[in-house]
T-cell receptor, first 113, second 116 residues
Framework: GQNIDQPTEMTATEGAIVQINCTYQ??????LFWYQQHAGEAPTFLSY????GLEEKGRFSSFLSRSKGYSYLLLKELQMKDSASYLC??????????????FGKGTRLSVIA | GAVVSQHPSRVICKSGTSVKIECRSL??????MFWYRQFPKQSLMLMAT?????????EQGVEKDKFLINHASLTLSTLTVTSAHPEDSSFYIC????????????FGPGTRLTVT
């Protein structure tokens, strides 16, 4: 089966750092994605990890450990506009053709002043 | 990144009528498109996978006769909600997937459907 777990909600202070964790158990693995989704809008791509380690992109970084089935998204210097849902998604090994990403339920982050 | 458009962005229809939602990949060829539904404060729910030129594959519990999907070209997929009811009111999002190794999905902006 496919299962992705991430916390339902988190709250952090403006200017601080927050880490959103994601664990996964999937039938295969072809990469892990993080998406940001503001209320009433579609998800937008943040990061992609397929090898172990940390990928840094500005204020956002994403980490992957394939042996542990674990990833985290790190947000630095939080801004109010970062208040959104963050979706962890895994690309399972395709059996044939393209297969959909498996999404977690998302973590709703609230940034407070 | 690649761009996917959806039309309309919002639609209000009466119960019993049908509504068509278009999803277009503007600058890449989407061999596969996915249709999702999302209720308020809930996660994305995959409804169906469509490959260009073939029949869509529906997820368990999704009625294929109610949610008609057509993927006639590499840049256009349509979802028709037939005989809509108030419980079909939701946020419908499509995504296109290219043929690159990353298998990234590019999401459209979504369509807010309200059935009265």
């Amino acid at each position: 089966g496919q299962n992705i777990d991430q916390p339902t909600e988190m709250t952090a202070t403006e200017g601080a750092i927050v880490q959103i964790n994601c664990t996964y158990q999937t039938s295969g693995f072809n990469g892990l994605f993080w998406y940001q989704q503001h209320a009433g809008e579609a998800p937008t791509f943040l990061s992609y990890n397929v090898l172990d380690g940390l990928e840094e992109k500005g204020r956002f970084s994403s980490f992957l450990s394939r042996s542990k089935g674990y990833s985290y998204l790190l947000l630095k210097e939080l801004q109010m506009k970062d208040s959104a849902s963050y979706l962890c998604a895994v690309s399972p090994t395709p059996e044939s053709g393209n297969t959909p990403l498996v999404f977690g339920k998302g973590t709703r982050l609230s940034v407070i002043a | 990144g690649a761009v996917v458009s959806q039309h309309p962005s919002r639609v209000i229809c009466k119960s019993g009528t049908s509504v068509k939602i278009e999803c277009r990949s503007l600058d890449f060829q989407a061999t596969t498109m996915f249709w999702y539904r999302q209720f308020p404060k809930q996660s994305l729910m995959l409804m169906a996978t469509s490959n260009e030129g073939s029949k869509a594959t529906y997820e368990q519990g999704v009625e294929k006769d109610k949610f008609l999907i057509n993927h006639a070209s590499l840049t256009l997929s349509t979802l028709t909600v037939t005989s809509a009811h108030p419980e079909d009111s939701s946020f419908y999002i499509c995504s296109g997937q290219g043929t690159g190794l990353m298998h990234e999905q590019y999401f459209g902006p979504g369509t807010r459907l309200t059935v009265t």
